[in-house]
């Protein structure tokens, strides 16, 4: 048999051998391909929904499969940092180094929470027969927003090495905490819907917010890279 040969978006683009004995070159290229992998990582955030709450277990499993993308990169990335490591560094590019490899390694995170914990959890609502209320979705969907709006103005501050957007990132906190306050209330209120199988919809709307606020989290710490 054939190997298997990885797919091209697996590669890592700018990771060049060649470059390890310029420190300060190496390290662009390691901004480089953090820039690819926080794209894709953001497609996957995008596309979370509507598939966690109406997604068939085909449009779940795609979903699923852009993680091999994300854990190739993430890989790639961290070796290479490894191997940087090695070289002589200056304080300021030890500390460069040290924020790649939490950038690198929160972008894996939230890669995980959407191809595991939300696929598992949009399995578990079609095995249990869950339909979310039109309502519920509507909350949801406009939590997602702001998820997603917090992951790009992180990546945005990573891309620009730039605190002040870092800082609009992490200032979303306060706004997002009082939306979580409300939908976890309007998922109280729907427990006493008489409606069917209102305990496990209950359960997987909360899932959802839970895995979303999770995301918002290390989306926020990708931010503090840059201060």
């Known amino acids: 048999d054939r190997p298997v040969r990885p797919q ?14 310029n420190p300060a070159i190496a390290l662009e290229a390691v901004r480089s391909e953090l820039r690819r992998l926080g794209k ?10 509507p598939a966690a709450i109406t997604g068939t277990r ?17 890989g790639a990335i ?6 940087i490591s090695l070289t002589t560094l200056s304080k300021r590019q030890s500390k460069e180094l040290m924020q790649a490899a939490d950038i690198a390694n929160g ?8 191809a ?17 209320s039109p309502q519920t979705a509507e909350f949801l969907n406009e939590y997602h927003a702001i998820v997603v709006e917090t992951l790009d103005e992180s990546l945005k501050a990573v891309t620009k090495q730039d605190a002040d957007l870092a800082k609009q990132a992490r200032k979303r906190k306060k706004d997002f905490s ?15 819907a008489d409606e069917p199988n209102r305990l496990r ?21 990708i931010a503090r890279t840059q201060r």
């Open 8 to 21: 091209k978006a697996m590669l890592p683009k700018y990771l060049d051998e060649d470059l390890l004995t």
């Open 178 to 192: 009082m939306m979580s306050q409300e939908l976890a209330a309007h998922g109280l209120d729907r427990l006493t």
């Open 40 to 49: 894709r990582v953001r497609k996957m955030v995008a596309d979370v929904m």
């Open 78 to 83: 961290i070796e290479y940092l490894g191997k």
């Open 116 to 132: 595991t914990a939300m696929v598992t959890s949009a399995e578990k609502r079609i095995d249990e027969d869950v339909h979310v």
């Open 58 to 74: 085909s449009q779940l499993e795609n979903l699923a499969a852009g993680d091999k993308v994300v854990d190739a990169l993430h």
């Open 201 to 221: 919809t209950y359960a997987r709307e909360m899932e959802v917010m839970e895995i979303l606020e999770s995301i918002f989290s290390i989306a926020r710490r």
């Open 107 to 114: 972008l894996e995170q939230i890669g995980d929470r959407v």
